[in-house]
């Protein structure tokens, strides 16, 4: 059993382990890519006309999945280095995650309407967006524990 630390600072507990930050990372992707299949297959099933379609659809799963795999992998590499480098590594964690988030906005305001997506295109990928960072950011915090 893996023992986990809570300093004075914060009331999460801090992994002691890599193997403890895997465990959360793998759970919180799974949360992520669960949370955005449900989201496109309410989409898909609503009829919403999202607008992009083809080579550069940005709805395709494919990529969606893989994003939110490699966001999970950036997340635990940036928590791991606030827990050894910092004194609060979660309000700072979720600071930086708060700034990669409102960054990652701007494709989605500014270039997915070149791509012919909706206004209701864009409010699913804020969804997407939304409900694939809130999992990554909770489990590798430690908020929701595995």
Do not use: C
């Not at 309410?42 to 009829?47: H, Q, R, T």
């Amino acid at each position: 059993m893996v023992t986990t630390t809570t300093p004075p600072s914060t009331r999460y507990a801090v992994p002691t382990g890599a193997g403890e930050l895997v465990r959360r990372t793998t759970a919180g992707v799974l949360v992520a890519v669960v949370a955005l299949l449900l989201v496109r297959t309410v989409v898909a099933l609503s009829g919403a006309n999202l607008g992009a379609t083809g080579a550069n659809d940005p709805f395709a799963l494919g990529p969606g999945i893989a994003a939110a795999t490699v966001a999970g992998v950036g997340a635990a590499v940036v928590y791991a280095a606030l827990v050894r480098l910092t004194d609060r590594p979660v309000r700072k964690f979720v600071a930086a995650a708060a700034v990669v988030f409102a960054v990652m906005l701007v494709p989605v305001i500014v270039f997915a309407p070149t791509l012919g997506v909706t206004a209701v295109g864009q409010a699913v990928l804020v969804v997407s967006h939304v409900v694939v960072a809130v999992p990554l950011v909770a489990f590798v915090t430690g908020a929701i524990r595995v």
